[in-house]
């Protein structure tokens, strides 16, 4: 596969003379080039294009992966996941101003997640998305350090 602006082209069933032909029309069409970590790109050069394939994207930010990694110790309410200025805002005028302290809703509520999806939207206002970002993140979290 060779990524042009994020569009796969697949070149496995050419010979090598039309896979050069098509690799040099891509980059010439396209201009930009997703360069990946074992890819090399020369444009003076078509023949040292090395066709990799595109790194899978992550399902979870990188808040997340930072919360889940590391024990909670006094973080704040905003470090978790789905939970930005304006929710940890609401959290904290409704005395959830750390992050363990939300931890304990999700364990009061058994660790049911649409229960406490249904207990974030309605406390501090937060959409379906944000309230499943934040249970997932508390859900990996025990997982990890219960």
Known sequence: MFW????AR???????????????????KDSHVHREQAGVFQPSSFKRVLITRQPAMSTTSQKHRDFVAEPMGDKPVTALSG????????LEEQGFDKAFEVLGQFLLLRKDR???DEWLKDTSGA???Q??????CLTEWCDAFL
């Open 83 to 90: 939970i930005g200025e304006v929710l940890g805002k609401k």
């Open 127 to 129: 959409n379906a998305c």
């Open 10 to 28: 697949d070149y496995t069933g050419a010979n090598n003379q039309q896979t050069e032909a098509l690799i040099s029309q891509a980059v010439y």
């Open 4 to 7: 042009c602006r994020n569009k």
């Open 131 to 136: 309230a499943a970002s934040c249970s997932q």
């Open 114 to 116: 649409e229960l406490f």
